[in-house]
């Protein structure tokens, strides 16, 4: 069994890293740290776990996450990185589903997150943990930078257009919708049910933290410079993410259909929907599942690539139990097999 | 490997057997019929089963069922009466999520569901599923009529009030309040999004058709007359029942809490919560579970009993699976272990 | 046109206020105060203003309260005493949309409040907003303390059968819904979308601010002593109130229709439904209206009422414009005949 | 007073014309017409207008219509185009809120539509009622056809940019979202509660009816040829419609936040928002107003303009009245001057 701690368990990645981690086969829970909770039995804040998950938050202790194979940090950024060293020196995997091992430029980092970087080595060493690009050296790395959940869905839906070469890579769009619970369980005006319900809208417009992680991850599937704008928007429902991509084909791409089909046959958390369908973000509600579909409207030069996610699995908690099972040599699947929840 | 068969899996309690039969660690799908989908891949009409559940729907046949060992009906009233009689005669056992075989009455029946009930002798022999009652009878049973949505939440509320004799039967309140799901797929304005978001009322408040069957239920636990009050209502959310009920004490109960924690201390699918807890719906939802919470606000004469459930899993298709479970003498949580999607 | 002022518009009972003052044919809105946001144009803080009202917040000013008509206070409880004494010594009238001014009895406030009161004397003088009750009496008040949210709908639902003397006081129950607006425009985690939505609970079992307040009202209506358990509960949606009365009946009631019909003939803002409807929220989404719908389910000894309003208005803001009508010798309908926006 | 007469009126557009025209100053409902529900009070289907709104539904008659000023359409496309001529002939000014009398070039119509227009010349006199562009033009209209909701958003927010002729019109790209009411109150198994909520999908993304009627009017904005990719997308609420649009800069634009600013400087319902503003939906709902806010990310040469309505006002019922107002003679804003439901 591995023995796994989780660093800030208190917000919607820490309570999802806990459904799936009480239910994994190959995973023994041994601590949940929260500085301000300690004390609190997990399953009084989140009864969903009673009698699932008998931990209580406890203080954030270097001995008691030694003691783990692998330790995950659900936290705010900055956390991360003044931990993970001691950590990875007394031998433990480290996966961050934080920001501070995404970025591998210094300056970038820097300028995004505003604060200096305190173990550049160690982001060196990180490994970004998107497994259909970096499957390899995941299952080799100390250290996992596991991918924000914008970049995750765009990603997966651009990769088979830019490695192919078929659209031009700089002028990439990207339109991006997010279930709520992407803000955190964080007590903000902007977040109340009587606010973000009942309505839509788009917000960081001019900038967002996850477009310089997202053009640094399709900057690694073209030879050519990307620019990319990226729009996101916050949707009233509480899971799901929705983008929708849109490329200009500079030649004729045969059947993109495909190409998408091909470019992930062997995924096992990829699904690549038959031609004509739009994927629906509640086909992967609480499943660790990418479904994607591809368009070329009336056949002109434009390619619109549709690809859903839960924000909270692939998105974030999923996606870092599967580099989890890469780093410690279980099956990929491993934990992973729930169905969405439909309705 | 239990062979199962489904018939009528196009609704909300079909796709919700499928999704968790299909994670069943002892049941092998084997059929699953709809006359007016015969051909379609399942998966095509629910894409979250996509790569998980491989069958189309069938045009129901007699030859194909009767290898079952276990058939579901998720169909409308009328249906599982035409056809148990012939699968019972072939060995197979049947557990119907109608209304079929829940209530043992047939005046009571053909009253409340305007039809003559077609094999009152097979209705003689039913089960009524409800384990926390029933246990030892569905074990045994050939036939189990599977309790409707409501009525499993009022029961397990007022069970252990009745069964102590503690509060007066002749004047029971429930106030009963269901997600939309609940109304089936079924293609009526009144389901529409845009008429059920957003509102809420109550409905069928001078009869519902559960409850006759609340009252046989609670009839059960009780020597004296039963009098309910029932009032549902509808909720602007998918999945989920809250019930509050009320009755008013006939002497001093002693602890309230106490009766009901050692009333379900061995129940693997009712949660009584703390004193002063309100449980909600989401903590169950996709979970085969039941919570209670069980007050008397100001020390005064009137109890309140709170009971949420997944009106589609302990509500509909996790107790289905359950009887089955004790049917086929597999452990009764057989692939019931899913831990609720909360938030 | 009457000059008038808020003090504390920043939370949803302010914007609703602005938002029907901006329409009213009689007002001028002199000022808007909040102390945390003074400078800021409030259309910044509700874009829905952008337009329509130019004013900014201002920091809370006795001289320019003072050359108000009316000021209203949509303030948490506390502060309105603090100010209603200088202001009415100055001859405004204040309408407090808080706590402050609607219990009579001071160690009821107090007990419930948790602090003294400040200024007994006026809380004396101040009389219960509620006109369907006190129409006469709000005509002549310089300072009504406007009803809270459940207590208008409860109090509306009970009174025609606590004037007949129809039912058994001492054992009253009101289940009651309210959508999250009513939980204020605070940073709130349990006001989260991700929270609040697709989910349902009771909240305030053991004792609800509002439970005095409405057990006062209802003593008015009777001799006898008042017995009533109140249950809130939380629906995933913004606005709306339903309430579901049960009250046991002690004698033939004769026609309830007929009595609930002539009990609000003339009530411009009750609204007796058709016998056997059932009122939804929305019909009163964004107006001043309380439906209300009786039943005698099964023809027994339990009377059931529906009453439904919305809590920003019928419930706050509509209601103390109302009020305000009264006092300023409008017609009461004055500025409140928007329709409700459904769907 | 204008009289007026509704054909059709049993859906959300009849339903918002019946709210908004009840209110309007200048009006006198005349005749709502349903041959399905004829003889129906129109407050019976929808309780919101009880005590506003007392016409019942009748036959559609041409006698009872054309003793109205103004008949609007509130139906599916071909019925308009069917009664129009008679009405026409008999002096009523008609409005069709459907697509009749949108597109001017015949065999669009056809292709898109399905069946062949039956008054080519009607159709050829018939002005497109959008009042920013063709508001001369609509003041002397005999006939209107009343823009589409996602072409109303799309347009006015496309508009400033194409008349500067400051992008490549050929590479147009319009991300739409909308409220499930824009899909009507028709009883479809797509648009239940339990379908639409908590999701979020695209939808015809290889045609939808509304691209060729929003490449016919960004035609009339340019010399040169469109060229348009329209992705529409179903969002889990109500009201409101929010568009995406993404142009590729063709030369130095200048200060774009002036250039929106001065083209909708004098319109009463288009509200450009500050820069750096995002549109929310609610801000606009129950409201005739579009609000609009413009970007340049990273000062890159792409812009990105968001824009939004509530679908049922400035998408259809609002605007239809708006254009109402100008071909009578009335304040374009008579009527229209509801401020919007927030929270």
New interface residues.
């Given amino acids: 069994m591995i023995k796994v701690g989780i660093v800030g368990g208190t917000g ?1 990645t820490g ?1 999802e890293l806990l ?1 799936l981690l ?2 994994h086969p190959n995973v023994q829970l041994q601590a949940i740290t929260s500085r301000s909770e300690a004390g609190m039995p997990v399953a009084q804040m ?7 998950v008998d931990l209580a938050f406890s203080e954030p202790s270097l001995d008691v996450l030694s003691a783990c194979d692998v330790v995950f940090f659900a936290t705010p950024h900055g956390v991360a990185m003044k931990q993970a060293p001691e950590l990875l020196a007394n031998g433990v995997k480290v996966i961050d589903l934080g920001a501070d091992f995404r970025l591998t430029d210094l300056p970038t980092f820097e300028k995004w997150y505003g604060m200096p970087h305190s173990c550049p080595d160690i982001l060196a060493e990180a490994v970004y943990g998107l497994p259909e690009v970096n499957r390899d050296a995941i299952r080799k790395a100390r250290i996992v930078g596991n991918p924000g959940c914008y970049p995750t869905a765009v990603q997966l839906g651009f990769l088979p257009l830019l490695r192919a070469g078929l659209i031009d890579p700089a ?1 990439l ?1 990207a ?1 991006a ?1 997010s ?3 992407g ?1 955190g ?5 902007s ?13 960081g ?3 967002h933290r996850h477009l310089p992680e997202i053009s640094q991850g399709l900057t690694g599937m073209t030879t050519d410079k990307i ?1 990319l ?3 996101p ?1 916050l ?6 993410i ?1 983008t ?1 991509l ?1 490329g ?1 084909l500079t030649r004729d791409p045969g059947s993109l259909q495909a190409l998408f089909e091909s470019t992930y046959a062997n995924e096992p958390f990829v ?1 690549v ?1 038959p031609a ?12 660790n599942t990418c ?1 994607i579909a591809v ?1 070329r ?2 056949g ?3 390619v ?1 690539v ?1 690809s ?1 996610i839960d924000n909270l699995v692939k998105g974030a908690a999923g996606q870092a139990i599967q580099n989890m099972n890469l780093m410690c040599g279980l099956p990929e699947t491993a934990g992973l ?7």
């Fill in positions: 919607y309570v459904r009480a239910q989140f009864p969903s776990l009673r009698g699932r002028h769009i339109d919708k279930g709520v619970s803000a369980r964080k007590a903000e005006v977040s109340l049910f009587a606010e973000a319900g009942e309505s839509f809208k788009a917000y417009v001019n900038g620019g704008t990226f729009v928007h949707l009233p429902m509480i899971r799901g929705h929708t849109y200009r699904d929907m004509g369908s739009t994927p629906e973000t509640r086909s992967v509600k609480g499943a479904r368009y409207p009336q002109g030069d434009t619109v549709l859903v097999t729930q169905i969405a929840l439909l309705p």
